[in-house]
């Protein structure tokens, strides 16, 4: 029993390991992966931030803004699964901003796959009228910048240190 309670309350310290949103891994458990494909070879690394979500919640409420978050996480998923299969991982680092690993070799491929796809679909998600008229000021749009990292010249942290710089000149 006592360690039952130990391991709720050390699960409940360090926080929910999934977006409640998405049910991606977030921070933590991406941190985690990272360390562990630092130990396989070299890989790649991409980073998509979706621009203005925040103007579109506040034009068309949470529901729409939640809405569009999972339709992006199944699009990026979809995608990685249809060109890498399991070898591809997708977590949340921030509200708008995703990270993914990739392998090296097709690392370029996923993200203009994943670009492409992205961006013909963002329409879908303005009321007709606002579609119609160009009516909506900050179009959603997509940030997307990938990375290859070299486990002999990377280290996790200077990783870490380098995708929480690039997401904040977002």
Not at 3 to 24: D, E, M, Q
Not at 25 to 49: D, K, N, W, Y
Not at 91 to 101: H, K, N, R
Request: aromatic fraction near 8%.
């Amino acid at each position: 029993l006592r360690l039952r309670v130990r391991n709720v309350l050390l699960r409940h310290k360090r926080g929910s390991l999934t977006n409640p949103v998405t049910s991606l891994p977030e921070r933590q458990l991406c941190i985690e992966m990272l360390e562990s494909r630092l130990t396989q070879g070299p890989f790649g690394m991409a980073v998509l931030t979706l621009k203005n979500l925040d103007a579109f919640r506040e034009v068309y409420g949470f529901v729409a803004s939640d809405d569009l978050l999972r339709a992006v996480v199944m699009m990026v998923q979809d995608s990685l699964a249809k060109l890498v299969g399991s070898s591809g991982f997708v977590a949340q680092w921030g509200t708008a901003d995703f990270v993914l690993l990739i392998p090296e070799e097709q690392c370029e491929d996923v993200v203009n796959h994943i670009r492409v796809r992205l961006e013909k679909s963002f329409d879908y998600f303005y009321n007709e009228r606002d579609r119609e008229s160009g009516r909506f000021q900050h179009q959603l749009g997509i940030w997307l910048q990938y990375s290859l990292i070299d486990p002999q010249v990377e280290n996790l942290q200077k990783v870490i240190n380098d995708l929480d710089h690039l997401i904040r000149q977002v």
